[in-house]
């Protein structure tokens, strides 16, 4: 069952916008006027990068998004259902492979909205899962009694009966395992506190261990071998069956871990799982790029002397690029007006053609073909 979203937009607070550097220069190959009414949103995965190399000269592409000044031309951001770790730190990463300076306010991850629902559980027990950093990620959030799944299970005694088995574990009993003594959550009591709500963040390592203890949590109404009626709540930073990593052919995502979940869990309990999914193709994640953007825009306006400032206008084009017809195609036809969907050849579509369940406004082979037609169509 997938839920309805009624969530705000994230608030402008967490969009601490700085200049761009200004020690990095690049060549202005076409001039846009500086009122341009059109933001883009990049995919990561088979867009940009595959694994962390870059693709389709995506370097190149993303340079000439900047000014001689080293100053955004046009505002653009990162839309990923991609995760593991908080935002900042993936904005460095992405600088550092792409070579221009990317600010955290310009990286959407699939776990960004759950931030939107500190309100709900800021002081609750929560458990979260998946790869990287989650309950770093949930603690940079605001989140105060945030404990990772493999934390939590480590509560429990034989609560993963195949535990012994995995080489690649390594048993650390009621530790935490990354963060230090200061960051723990105050006062958690895990054997008697319920779990509140459940998180995946990233895509799940362990899918085995993580299916077991998810079940024992979501079934016994937060509290592993008691029983309730009441399911937790559980929310997915994405749904993506399939996406685009290092290895030739698509990778599992996301969506096939709860298709997993969801079917062992609805053969064992008897009222089906309710969850709430994230990430992109939701409209909601297109609604709040569109306003991030905008923020972008008038940080960028704010930063120009000679600009006016009161030429504030909607924008006339949200550009997405993706390479995922179901998650990038369809989410920006869902989204509507004023998004443009440009489908890439680099990822997991590889057609000749358009997509037939959900054709792009464009087809290229790179993320530079799409750059190229935007700058042109922009500044024509
Ligand atoms: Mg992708």
Redesign the pocket.
């Known amino acids: 069952m997938r839920f309805g979203l009624n969530n705000q937009p994230w608030p402008l607070s967490w969009l601490r916008l700085r200049p761009a550097s200004s020690t990095r220069c690049f060549s202005l190959v076409h001039s846009l006027p500086l009122q341009s009414s059109c933001g883009i949103a990049f995919?990561?995965?088979?867009?940009i990068l595959r694994g962390r190399t870059p693709i389709g000269n995506s370097p190149s592409a993303l340079r000439r998004l900047y000014d001689d000044s080293g100053n955004l031309k046009l505002p653009f951001l990162f839309l990923t259902n991609g995760g593991g770790i908080p935002e900042c730190k993936r904005a460095s990463e992405l600088s550092e492979l792409l070579g221009v300076e990317i600010l955290p306010s310009q990286v959407v991850l699939g776990h960004s909205p759950f931030r939107n629902l500190i309100k709900r559980f800021e002081n609750e027990l929560i458990v979260v899962t998946g790869k990287g950093e989650p309950a770093e990620v949930m603690s940079a959030y605001g989140f105060k009694k945030v404990l990772s799944l493999e934390e939590y299970a480590s509560y429990f005694d034989d609560i993963d009966p195949v535990a012994q088995f995995k080489r690649w574990t390594k048993t650390t009993k009621h530790l935490n395992l990354s963060r230090n003594s200061s960051e723990l959550a105050p006062q958690i009591d895990v054997l008697s506190d319920r779990v509140k709500a459940v998180f995946i963040a990233s895509d799940p390592v362990d899918w085995g261990r993580d299916i077991q203890v998810l079940c024992d949590i979501l079934t016994s109404g937060g509290l592993p071998g008691k029983e309730s009626e009441h399911q937790p709540h559980l929310y997915f930073a994405a749904d993506d069956l399939e996406?685009?990593a290092a290895f030739s052919c698509e990778r599992l995502g996301m969506g096939a871990f709860r298709i997993a979940l969801e079917s062992v869990f609805n053969r064992i309990h008897l009222k089906p799982l309710e969850y709430t999914s994230f990430g992109k193709p939701n409209p909601f994640v297109f609604q709040n790029a569109g306003a991030i953007l905008r923020n972008l825009q008038l940080s960028r306006q704010s930063n120009d002397l000679s600009g006016d400032k009161d030429a504030i206008h909607a924008f006339r084009t949200l550009y997405m690029i993706?390479?995922?017809p179901f998650?990038?195609v369809k989410g920006a036809r869902q989204a509507g007006h004023p998004w443009f969907s440009i489908l890439t050849r680099t990822?997991?579509f590889k057609e000749r053609g358009n997509h037939a369940e959900f054709p792009a406004d464009l087809v290229v082979d790179t993320v530079e073909e799409a750059v190229d037609f935007i700058l042109k169509r922009e500044s024509s």
Request: hydrophobic letters at 30%; aromatic letters at 8%; charged letters at 30%.
């Open positions: 995919d990561i995965d088979g867009v996406y685009q993706g390479d995922n998650v990038d990822g997991v």
